[in-house]
């Protein structure tokens, strides 16, 4: 399944004058201290999407929503977009797709435990006669960003890194394409203390 293409339309404006103290609050500048973090993160990510959009044209709508560039630019952006991840990649997908700012009304990412799916990875691993592989796991996370687009983490006991690009390699073997409702766009791989040591594509 593959991400929607996101549909923007253009609110209207008041023609009365504003003061100029009124004026410059509602600048499309960069956020205040006061703005909370997802819309941070929206304005961050429109930001970077337009900065995609003028170096690549209308092509980058496929590229970037469709086929999940912004959720995969989104890992490499740090705090900026660590806040809420999913209106990170609303603004970067907005902008991509040359729509005005439309920042989300809450938070977007939405993180929730998975024990199923770590199970299911655990059997494989056994299966694969590498049952240990599975034991460095002790918990699994969707979560949801923007449309249908997703990413999954996996908590571990791992704290060397190439150890932990290693263990999303294999579970990027498991995952195998198979998303189910949505589009899984990658495994971040976290340490004991939730801190990301490893990512992979899926």
């Not at 023609?15 to 201290?33: F, H, I, K, V």
């Not at 959720?71 to 209106?87: I, T």
Request: proline letters at 4%; aromatic letters at 6%; charged letters at 30%.
């Amino acid at each position: 399944m593959t991400a929607g293409m996101l549909g923007v339309s253009a609110c209207g404006t008041d023609s009365a004058p504003q003061p100029t103290e009124q004026r410059a609050s509602n600048s499309p500048g960069q956020p205040s201290d006061k703005t909370p973090d997802y819309r941070r993160a929206y304005a961050a990510g429109y930001e970077e999407g337009r900065k995609v959009y003028d170096e690549g044209g209308k092509g980058a709508a496929v590229r970037e929503v469709v086929h999940g560039g912004c959720a995969r630019r989104a890992l490499d952006a740090g705090a900026r977009a660590e806040k809420d991840r999913g209106s990170w990649v609303k603004g970067c997908q907005d902008a991509v797709q040359d729509a005005p700012k439309e920042p989300p009304a809450r938070a977007m990412s939405k993180k929730e435990a998975n024990p199923s799916l770590l199970k299911d990875f655990r059997a494989w691993a056994r299966a694969e006669g590498d049952g240990a592989l599975g034991r460095h796991a002790d918990q699994l996370f969707t979560v949801k960003l923007t449309g249908s687009d997703y990413d999954v983490e996996v908590r571990t006991d791992y704290t060397s890194r190439s150890q932990a690009k290693s263990f999303a390699r294999a579970f990027a073997d498991w995952w195998d394409g198979d998303d189910g409702r949505g589009v899984a766009r990658s495994v971040l791989i976290l340490d004991g203390h939730n801190r990301r040591i490893a990512v992979q594509s899926l």
